[in-house]
């Protein structure tokens, strides 16, 4: 089997892969310590489920107690559908048993599978067991990753899907891509983020030269899922529905004249842009093409204000990590605000009104690690550039540009750069372990 290089070869010199056994070692010692944190949270997690996670349990309870699915003919005027597949998984769960201890648990497997992939894919990519070893490494290092097990979120079942995927997408076999297909329309409807996800499979097939009957087999997987899920949703709603109807709602969000680059639902109050009352009739279909249409038209007529803006909701898309701590609170403190951080900063120098807590000390190791790892990839991503072989990751640059791209249009969010650290954590370990020299083609080389 021939499987693409991207460091090293006739075209780039490397490092020999020394202290293998250490690495590999660290990696398992990395991963089992993951593992434990998140099962004792799992076992020991007591508090509330708090934002989304906690209209997810109440759609999938609906579900479950009268045997349909989501959406359903109740949802026809909510204000938006979200998070369809993963509510559709807690509902199966919860007809199976009411306990949520099984859900947490399901969330530390996709965490495993999470792991797993992004190290087999830092392997296929480069050839190098030590790259892999690393990569694993600094993704268990992710203090957001431990805390995400006792949450009812898409993240994690996003994640491993995707990351599954991309996987079976480096393989280029016609049956690896038609399974790749299926589980990013999968992914999909969990979360809707195919329209970051395709382009970039798409370059992939491109510069390896992937033939049309591949690349058609992996569009039929994904195809395949949409026609199954839009059915069903038809057959319960009248309406094909597919992924989550959310762009309009967050694209008002952040298009308004009192955005501030943040999630701030303000624009939706009484007397606002985005105020639609009760009883109004609309469809959730319709209100998401309400709410697009009105922040077109704000982005078209304040232009200079919504450019003025997008460097902030990066800012927050991409300054923190420390929403992790909160399951260590049991949830009674939410760890991914500004009042949090400011009363961390009053502890950390000894003014704060109590002690320094288990929590506050994840919250701390986690942005540290985090910012590390990031300020990591954007080393590679500057290392890559000045080698000139920019051109061989650039299908996953592209998943993270587009994934900023859709946070300009949108809101800025801590949670939401999750599904993106495995990328940060492999280009991170490329950039410790491999000397690239000039080149823009990836080599070829027998495995």
Known sequence: MKRAIFCGGPEGELRGETHLFAWGMAALLADLALAAIQLFLCFHFNGPQVSDARSYIELAQYCA??????????????????????????SAIMRLTPQMIWAFLLNAVFTQVIVLT?????????????????????????????????????????????NLSLCLMLRRRTGALLLSGVLMGLANWVRPLLVIYLPAALLYFVMQRVG???????????????VLVGAGAYQ?????????????????????DDAD????A?????????????????????????????????????????????????????????YGGSAFFNNEIQTDNLAYLMELGRILTGRGERPLALGDAVVVFS??????????????????????CWLRLLPLHLIFALACGVTVLTVGGARYHMPYLPIFCLCTAMLVDCRVKKGGKAVRAEA
């Open 367 to 388: 942005q540290l690690t985090y910012m590390l790892v990031f300020f990591g990839y954007l080393a590679f991503v500057v290392h890559s550039l000045r080698r000139r």
């Open 65 to 90: 107690e009268n045997q349909t699915w989501y959406p359903g003919e109740r949802d026809m005027f909510a204000l938006y559908i979200f998070g369809n597949g993963y509510v559709n998984l807690l």
């Open 261 to 264: 680059g943040s999630y701030v």
């Open 266 to 322: 303000e624009v939706y109050d009484e007397g606002k842009a985005g105020y639609v009352p009760d009883g109004s009739g609309m469809t959730f279909d319709e209100r998401d093409a309400h709410y697009r249409s009105l922040a077109i038209e704000w982005i078209v007529g304040h232009l200079p204000r919504f450019i003025a803006i997008a460097p902030v909701k990066l800012f927050y898309f991409l300054a923190t990590d420390t």
């Open 118 to 162: 992004t190290a087999d894919m830092a392997y296929q990519l480069t050839g190098r067991r030590k790259t892999a070893y690393m990569t694993v490494v600094l993704l268990c290092m992710m203090g957001g990753l431990w805390g995400e097990a006792p949450s009812a979120r898409t993240e994690l079942c996003f994640m491993a899907l995707a």
């Open 236 to 256: 319960r709603t009248g309406k094909f529905v597919y992924q989550a109807q959310t762009m309009g709602v967050n694209m008002l969000m952040g298009a308004n």
């Open 212 to 226: 049309i009957r591949r690349v058609l087999a992996y569009l039929a997987g994904i195809a395949l899922v949409i």
